[in-house]
């Protein structure tokens, strides 16, 4: 937008004063562009390809903002034209059973090199042209490289085989958390190769801001990856980069005389960061960032958790809503619908989000780019309400004891279900982020589903919405379906209630709940 464009700065208390007032600008929809196109979309090195495979059609929509990564799985590893990092311009195509789509064949990253430019480039471009701002993302220690996929060695980068002392682990002996090939940070090479990172760009790229993307992948020291958590030495140490990154920040924007924005995307529980090693509220008491986005393969609280500390700071929220990886078939149908997606918008709005931040979706004609940027759009649109729309099982992987100490919301799932005691009433909250009414002409139309596993035909369950027994169940397989008057639905929080029969047979599981709102027009 024009208006909030950046303006001429001549001295540090402008640049500050600046900085502040772009931080806060308007970001319907930050769109995180993960950097793949060049390595396997394209076939031919031109900058119109590599826009129109998910950049061009975003002209016109909610997204304000753009977060390129280029590339960086590995650690180092760029499709941007970096002296300090390793280019990625490799092209193998191994004979491996999972490498279905030609490996690495397609990367045109050496050619857009020999052209004189390179994918990050063609992107600051295509945002400066289109008034969109544009941040680089930088994954801060990516581990794609440990999984033990048809890419993995082909992803490790020089600078691990150099410096094997610099993991946390090995491939011989993995750690007992997260990827066993990232890097220690507790390292002063680590962190000086990540600071000169984010100089080379700044320097040479004319970005709007960086990103600091510690979601991908969450294990920056050697103690939390075997299951001790991080304490005030590596605290200390990833504060101190931090601020070092800012003050480069600083002194490259007094030189080209407009701010450089710093955001962050981390875990949304300071408890979570602090035992990863991360001082969040500290960095954010030394007003070292301007954009805090929260979440990615977990969510840990309630979305006003992180919102209300992001305004004790005066730093603006970003709830991260990125695709659920979880297995049970059904829930990751319901949870990959745009009418989820809907739905986990509207309550990241009504949580008092300063936009939405979208992770891992990248077809750019999708109506989700003209949609949730926007409540007032979203208010007469069909969605479904759950109770969570990402996995838990992850947390443990990450993090000893992840799920037990740090999750602070409703878990209910397929996942996670809850063996229903007969006689016993079970509560489960709900959010719902709307007012269930009638709204420009449309009527909602509102069922809840109940999902129970194990229940013999014939068992009466009995649900309450807030209190008020639901009657007409339509029972199809483990679904029973109600009919809802939309005045029983509020604003907030939904309290579920179920009970089974004292006589039930032992062994039902409740396994989900879904509320569906629909407008007719």
């Known amino acids: 937008m024009a208006e909030e464009r950046a303006r001429k700065v001549t001295n540090l208390q402008e640049l500050r004063q600046e ?38 059609a ?11 990564c280029t590339w960086s799985s590995g650690f180092g590893y760029f499709t941007h034209r970096t002296k300090v990092g390793q280019i990625f311009d490799r092209t193998d195509n191994p004979e491996h059973p999972d490498n279905k789509g030609g490996g690495l064949s397609r990367n045109k990253t050496a050619e857009f090199i020999r052209q004189g430019t390179d994918p990050l480039e063609i992107m600051v471009d295509f945002c400066k042209e289109n008034g969109i701002e544009v941040f680089w993302s930088l994954r801060m220690n990516d581990t794609h490289d440990a999984w033990g996929s048809w890419y993995g060695d082909l992803l490790f980068p020089q600078v691990k085989k150099d410096h094997p002392e610099w993991l946390v682990a090995s491939k011989e002996k993995r750690s007992k958390h997260g990827g066993w090939s990232a890097m220690d940070f507790g390292h002063a090479e680590v962190r000086d190769l990540t ?32 299951g001790i958590d991080a304490g005030p ?58 954009l805090l986005a929260v ?29 659920t990886r979880m297995r049970d078939d059904e829930a990751r149908k319901t949870r990959s619908s745009i009418e989820c997606y809907r739905s986990r918008a509207m309550n990241a709005w009504a949580a008092g989000a300063s936009g939405i931040y979208l992770f891992n979706s990248f077809n750019p004609r999708s109506p989700l ?58 509560r489960v909250p709900l959010e719902v982020g709307e007012e269930v009414r009638e709204k420009a002409g449309a009527t909602p139309r509102v069922t809840l589903q109940v999902r129970v596993a194990d229940l013999p035909e014939g068992a009466l369950l009995q649900v309450t919405l807030n209190d008020k027994p639901l009657s007409g169940a339509v029972r199809e397989g483990d679904w029973f379906t109600y009919t809802v008057a939309p005045a029983a639905v509020r604003k907030g929080t939904n309290e579920i209630e ?24």
């Open 19 to 56: 900085r502040s007032r772009l931080a806060h600008r308007t970001r319907r929809i930050i769109f995180n562009n993960d950097g793949n196109e060049p390595v396997y979309y394209l076939k031919e090195a031109t900058a119109k390809e590599l826009l129109d495979c998910r950049t061009t």
């Open 58 to 68: 975003l002209k016109g929509t909610h997204v304000d903002s753009i977060f390129y």
């Open 195 to 226: 600071f000169r990172f984010f100089e080379e760009v700044c320097e040479n790229y004319d970005v709007d801001g960086i990103e600091m993307d510690f979601c991908r992948h969450p294990v920056y020291f050697k103690n939390p990856a075997w």
């Open 233 to 290: 030495t590596e605290w200390e140490q990833m504060t101190e980069m931090v601020r070092r990154v800012r003050e480069m920040t600083e002194r490259v924007g007094l030189k080209r005389g407009r701010p450089i924005l710093v955001a962050a995307r981390v875990p949304d529980s300071v408890e979570y960061c602090k035992a990863m090693g991360l001082d969040l509220e500290r960095w954010l008491q030394e007003g070292l960032i301007d």
């Open 295 to 323: 979440s990615d393969y977990f969510r840990l609280n309630p979305w006003k958790v992180s919102v209300d500390l992001g305004r004790k700071y005066g730093v603006p929220v970003y709830p991260c809503l990125s695709e």
């Open 369 to 426: 780019w003209s949609e949730l940027g926007d409540p007032k759009v979203l208010e007469t649109l069909d969605k479904v309400y759950v109770i969570g729309a990402r996995g838990v099982a992850v947390l443990n992987f990450w993090m000893a004891d992840g799920e037990k100490r740090f999750m602070k919301r409703p878990t209910l799932s397929p996942e996670r279900p809850v063996a229903l005691k007969p006689g016993e009433a079970f």
């Open 498 to 521: 179920t009970v089974l029969q004292p006589d039930t047979p032992d062994g039902a599981k409740l396994l989900d709940v879904l509320l569906w709102v629909r407008y007719n027009r």
